[in-house]
């Protein structure tokens, strides 16, 4: 591991902290009725990422011998342009000039992170005003930004 790595504690590495709202969920998904893709987050997956705008969300999970998955959000985000975003954050992970968070959860999570995405044509402003939404519905921990003022205040408080 890199000396980034190496200043967090290794017990903390894979703690995820979230707040499970499956009403909110459900809300955004109805408002807003996104076709969503998964692509697994690694060296050479940009080519299943189309080069549209839409919503973006990194994802890891677990199956529990014979349990239904459990998945868990890490971190959501909007942009132009999906697959240059996918390959942007590739450049992150090993970036030192990378934000500390998002370099935390694609390196401790590399190998087992998904990349889900929802293409949608919109502009610039309306595309913000979605991944609001959806960080709004989906609370991940490593975005730390782009919530609604209510939101925000609550998640600020046990985040």
């Not at 200043?7 to 590495?13: F, H």
């Not at 500390?100 to 998904?114: I, M, P, Y």
């Amino acid at each position: 591991l890199d000396a980034f790595l190496e200043e967090i504690a290794a017990d903390e590495l894979r703690i995820i902290r979230c707040a499970v709202y499956p009403g909110r969920w459900a809300q955004f998904s109805q408002d807003h009725g996104l076709n969503w893709q998964v692509v697994p987050f690694r060296a050479g997956g940009a080519t299943g990422v189309p080069e549209s705008s839409g919503v973006y969300c990194f994802i890891v999970g677990n199956s529990l011998g014979g349990l239904p998955q459990v998945l868990f959000p890490l971190y959501a985000g909007e942009t132009k342009n999906l697959r240059s975003r996918y390959m942007q954050y590739l450049t992150e992970r090993t970036s030192e000039r990378g934000r500390k968070q998002v370099r935390k959860f694609l390196n401790v999570f590399w190998g087992e992170a998904d990349f889900c995405f929802a293409e949608h044509e919109a502009d610039k402003p309306r595309l913000r005003e979605i991944e609001r939404a959806l960080n709004d519905s989906l609370l991940p921990p490593y975005s730390l930004r782009d919530f609604s003022a209510e939101v925000k205040a609550s998640r600020n408080a046990w985040q």
